[in-house]
């Protein structure tokens, strides 16, 4: 059984920062690649990033330069640093394993 429990979101001014948490639960965590998504309201979920299990990453466009994901596999967690934070930035953020299994989401709201 594997379970994502995401953590860390929040309500933020434009230009703050928010770290976001995922933590795993079973023991092939670190055989797959782990992701962030998120989904705004009215729109399509969406990649943000992902990272191999050997920590190779891949982007968003619209995140590269701002947001770095990194995992610790002897912890079995997965993160997400999000700087420079926009408006735009704001939705529910999911935490994915190998884009089988499924967090619950967490709110990330960004004000102007």
């Known amino acids: 059984q594997v379970q994502l429990v995401e953590s860390g979101g929040g309500l933020v001014q434009a230009g703050g920062s928010l770290r976001l948490s995922c933590a795993a639960s079973g023991s092939i965590f670190s055989l797959n690649a782990m992701g962030w998504y998120r989904r705004a309201l009215g729109k399509q979920r969406e990649m943000v990033a992902v990272i191999t299990s050997g920590g190779s990453t891949n982007y968003a466009d619209s995140v590269k330069g701002r947001f770095t994901i990194s995992r610790d596999n002897a912890k079995k967690m997965v993160y997400l640093q999000m700087n420079s934070l926009k408006p735009e930035d704001t939705a529910v953020y999911y935490c994915?394993?190998?884009?089988?299994?499924w967090g619950q989401g967490t709110q990330v709201t960004v004000s102007s």
């Open positions: 994915t394993l190998g884009n089988h299994y």
